[in-house]
C-alpha cells in the first residue's frame, strides 16, 4: 500500500473552509504534509468555476431578453437540478484530462465550455439547449463570455501536470438538501446522488475528507466571506440565501456515514457495483480555518497549530478507515 493519497475528495457546505484547507495545504512543506496527511503535491480541480460561468451564461441570456438556462436569476438555485450532475460530468472529464495529460486547444474558449455543458447535460438527462440557441444569440453570447473563458481554460490547461506520480488530486464539491429535508436526500440533491455520478476510476482510488459545520455556521460564514465586487473568486463569492436554504439547507453525510455497512466509511452504489470510500471528519464548527484568506505571513502561530492538530486527527482517522481489513 502507497503512503499517500492518490484521490481526495474535499466535501462540505459552502464556507465551510474548504478552499481555506486547500490553501493551507497548499502553503505547507511537502515533506510535512507527506508525513502528516499522506498527501503529495496537490493538484486541484473544483466545480465552482462551471457555476459561475453557468450563472454569467444566465445573466448574458436574459439581458438580451432570451428565457435563462441555468439560474432564473442571479438570486435563485438552479432551474433543473439536474445540473447538481452536470456539474460531477464536468469534474469527471477533467479528471480524465488529467490521467491523459490531455490540455485543450480549441479555437473558441467559449464555444468549447458551452459544448462541454451541452455534452454533460445530456449525460445526466438534461436538454443541451445552448447548442439549439438561435445563432445571433450565441454569437454574441461567446463575444460576451470568451474572456471569463480563457481564463478558465488557461486555468485547466495550467493544472495538468507532465506526470501525477507523487501527486493527489483533490476534488472539490458542496452538496446538500433544503432545509428541514428528511433523509435519505432524493436524487439529484445530496451527496449520495452526486458521489454516484463519479467515473469508476475515481470511486477506485478516491478517500473524503468532509469539513463539518452546522448549516447555520455555514450561513454565517457564507455572508461574511461574500464580496460582491469578485463573484468567481474561489475565497470570496457567495452564495445567495435561496440557495443555502433551499440547496445546502442539510446535507446526508452523517446519514450515508451511519448506513453504511462499513465503519468510518461512505457506500457509494454506481454502474452495478458498490465503493466504499474512507472518510475523515475534520471539525470546524469552532471555525479555524478563516485565517488561512489572509497572507500566510500574516498567520498566527496557534492558528496555524490548532488547523494543523484538526486536519491531522481527520487524515489518521482517514487513513486508518483505508487500511486493508479495516
Known amino acids: 500500500m502507497s503512503d499517500l ?16 484547507v486547500r490553501r493551507y495545504l497548499a502553503h505547507l512543506d511537502p515533506v510535512r504534509r507527506r508525513t502528516d496527511f499522506h498527501l503529495g503535491e496537490t493538484v486541484q ?49 477533467d479528471y480524465a484530462g488529467l490521467i491523459a495529460g490531455r490540455r485543450a486547444r ?8 458551452l459544448e462541454r455543458f451541452d455534452a454533460a447535460r445530456r449525460r445526466v438527462g438534461a436538454p443541451a439547449r445552448l447548442g439549439e440557441l438561435p445563432v445571433a444569440v450565441r454569437r454574441e453570447l461567446l463575444d460576451a463570455l470568451e474572456p471569463e473563458s480563457a481564463k478558465l481554460l488557461d486555468d485547466h490547461n495550467r493544472n495538468i501536470p507532465d506526470d501525477l506520480a507523487g ?43 468532509y ?5 447555520e455556521e455555514s450561513r454565517r460564514k457564507n455572508r461574511e466571506r461574500a464580496d460582491p465586487a469578485d463573484p468567481g473568486s474561489i475565497l470570496h463569492h457567495g452564495v ?53 484568506r489572509a497572507e500566510p505571513r500574516l498567520w498566527a502561530p496557534q492558528d496555524v497549530a490548532a488547523l494543523h492538530g484538526g486536519l491531522k486527527s481527520a487524515f489518521d482517522h482517514l487513513w486508518r478507515a483505508s487500511a486493508p481489513g479495516s
Open 5 to 20: 493519497l492518490e484521490t481526495l475528495l474535499l466535501l462540505a457546505l459552502p464556507a465551510s473552509g474548504k478552499s481555506e
Open 45 to 93: 480541480l473544483d466545480d465552482f468555476p462551471y457555476v459561475h460561468l453557468m450563472r454569467r451564461i444566465s445573466q448574458e441570456l436574459v439581458r438580451r431578453g432570451h428565457e435563462a438556462i441555468f439560474f432564473a436569476s442571479d438570486a435563485q438555485p438552479f432551474i433543473d437540478p439536474r445540473d447538481w450532475g452536470t456539474l460531477i460530468e464536468l469534474l469527471n472529464d
Open 167 to 209: 501527486r493527489t488530486v483533490v476534488i472539490e464539491f458542496a452538496r446538500g438538501g433544503p432545509d428541514g429535508s428528511s433523509l435519505p436526500l432524493p436524487a439529484p440533491y445530496g451527496y449520495r446522488y452526486s458521489l454516484s455520478r463519479l467515473a469508476p476510476r475515481i470511486l477506485a482510488t478516491a478517500s473524503i475528507l
Open 211 to 215: 469539513v463539518w459545520v452546522t448549516p
Open 240 to 292: 445567495p440565501d435561496a440557495v443555502m436554504y433551499g440547496d445546502y439547507g442539510c446535507d446526508d453525510i452523517a446519514w450515508l456515514l451511519e448506513t453504511s455497512d462499513r465503519s468510518d466509511t461512505v457506500r457509494v452504489e454506481t454502474s452495478g457495483r458498490a465503493h466504499w470510500l474512507p472518510l475523515g471528519r475534520f471539525d470546524n464548527r469552532v471555525d479555524r480555518t478563516t485565517f488561512v
Open 106 to 113: 480549441p479555437a473558441s474558449a467559449a464555444a468549447w465550455i
